[in-house]
Protein backbone atom coordinates (compact mmCIF):
# COMPACT_ATOMS: atom_id res chain seq x y z
CA UNK A 1 0.00 0.00 0.00
CA UNK A 2 1.07 3.44 -1.16
CA UNK A 3 2.18 5.78 1.63
CA UNK A 4 0.23 9.18 0.99
CA UNK A 5 2.58 10.88 2.90
CA UNK A 6 5.52 9.61 1.03
CA UNK A 7 4.08 10.50 -1.82
CA UNK A 8 3.36 14.01 -1.24
CA UNK A 9 6.95 14.12 0.47
CA UNK A 10 8.31 13.41 -3.01
CA UNK A 11 6.69 15.79 -5.12
CA UNK A 12 7.18 18.62 -3.02
CA UNK A 13 11.03 17.48 -2.68
CA UNK A 14 10.74 17.61 -6.84
CA UNK A 15 8.85 20.53 -6.43
CA UNK A 16 11.36 22.40 -4.11
CA UNK A 17 14.49 21.05 -6.32
CA UNK A 18 15.95 19.12 -3.17
CA UNK A 19 17.97 16.35 -2.45
CA UNK A 20 16.77 13.39 -0.64
CA UNK A 21 20.02 13.04 1.05
CA UNK A 22 19.55 16.70 2.50
CA UNK A 23 16.43 16.03 3.75
CA UNK A 24 16.82 12.99 5.03
CA UNK A 25 19.97 14.74 7.25
CA UNK A 26 17.69 17.59 7.89
CA UNK A 27 14.59 15.34 9.42
CA UNK A 28 17.20 13.42 11.01
CA UNK A 29 17.86 10.14 9.22
CA UNK A 30 19.97 8.05 7.52
CA UNK A 31 20.04 7.82 4.07
CA UNK A 32 18.49 3.91 4.19
CA UNK A 33 15.75 4.87 6.67
CA UNK A 34 14.54 8.12 4.97
CA UNK A 35 14.32 5.66 1.45
CA UNK A 36 12.83 3.36 3.34
CA UNK A 37 10.12 5.28 4.00
CA UNK A 38 9.83 6.76 0.73
CA UNK A 39 9.43 3.67 -1.06
CA UNK A 40 7.10 2.39 2.01
CA UNK A 41 9.51 -0.12 2.91
CA UNK A 42 9.23 1.53 6.29
CA UNK A 43 5.99 2.72 7.79
CA UNK A 44 5.96 6.33 8.82
CA UNK A 45 4.87 7.06 12.00
CA UNK A 46 3.30 10.35 13.50
CA UNK A 47 6.91 11.43 14.73
CA UNK A 48 8.13 11.06 11.55
CA UNK A 49 5.65 12.78 9.48
CA UNK A 50 7.03 16.05 12.38
CA UNK A 51 10.21 15.57 11.41
CA UNK A 52 9.56 15.12 7.60
CA UNK A 53 6.98 18.60 7.40
CA UNK A 54 9.86 20.19 9.68
CA UNK A 55 13.04 19.10 7.14
CA UNK A 56 10.94 20.31 4.14
CA UNK A 57 9.27 23.34 5.68
CA UNK A 58 6.26 22.36 5.14
CA UNK A 59 2.75 21.75 7.74
CA UNK A 60 1.93 18.22 8.14
CA UNK A 61 -1.44 18.88 6.56
CA UNK A 62 0.90 19.44 3.32
CA UNK A 63 2.26 15.79 3.83
CA UNK A 64 -1.60 14.57 4.40
CA UNK A 65 -2.25 16.16 0.65
CA UNK A 66 -4.95 18.41 2.57
CA UNK A 67 -4.43 21.93 1.23
CA UNK A 68 -5.51 25.56 2.53
CA UNK A 69 -8.17 25.78 0.39
CA UNK A 70 -9.67 21.93 1.59
CA UNK A 71 -8.96 23.48 5.44
CA UNK A 72 -11.35 26.21 4.45
CA UNK A 73 -14.32 24.13 2.77
CA UNK A 74 -13.92 22.35 6.54
CA UNK A 75 -12.58 19.30 4.62
Not at 52 to 63: F, H, R, S
Given at each position: MKSIIAENAKRIIADKGLKQRAVAEKAGYSQQQFSAMMCNRRIVQDTDVMA????????????FGIGEDQEAKGA
Open positions: IANALNVTPNEL
